[in-house]
């Protein structure tokens, strides 16, 4: 067995799960029902917490079969132990390629995962500049002030900023051709072209459905800042004219 490549993977992925799991946390309690927008102005602004804590579940997962598949892979691991992790999460017809495939960090799934890493610790960087006000819910705190420096001071929406991008990074690592998804759940054609142009497929249709989302919110948000701050806020619009990209979008 070849141990450097899947220590290599073992050691990315769990740097990855690790910021991903924190940035998904939600850093504040919820907020009081005084302080929620009220009525919910579309699905995107329910059930944020209950979504974020879904979401750590599938990425733990997620890391957990990435991780033990590389390490199943190594001399470290005991045989029987190895034989049995290959056993149940490896259903691919040639499971010596796929344990190979996926204990191999392609340049691919790097990029993804480094994306994930951005992405999370822009997040946190919104948690700390925010710190009480940052909450899962659309709500306006008791004493709320409207944050415009920072990473607020460059577009108005950074903490979605990050979302797209980890969100995006995730995708691109789910459906890379060395992850367990792909290469070992036995869910995709075994043919080269059908395959490529199906995870494609599902990633475009995925971020898509996600940056629908968040415009959504996106606008509930700036319309209860927008009626609460009434002048501050459009002043600082007119200051930081960009939601998520400076001088783009």
Known sequence: MNAPAPIWKMVFMALVGSIFDYSLTAPQPPPASKELLKPPRSLATRFPRASAEFGKLLIRAWVLAEIALPFANTDICPPSLSKRIIRLLVHSQQPNDAVARVSTLTPMFFIGGCMIII????????????GRFFTYELSVRNEHKLITSGLYAFVRHPSY?????????????????????VACSGLFPRDEYVRTCLVWGIRATLYSTFAVYMHRRMNDEDAMLEKHFGKEWKDWKRRVPYRILPWVY
């Open 119 to 130: 992405g999370s610790l822009l997040r946190v960087a919104c948690f700390k500049a925010l």
């Open 161 to 181: 900023t990050g979302a797209l991008c980890f969100f995006f990074g995730q995708y691109l690592c789910f459906f890379e051709e060395s992850s367990w998804l």
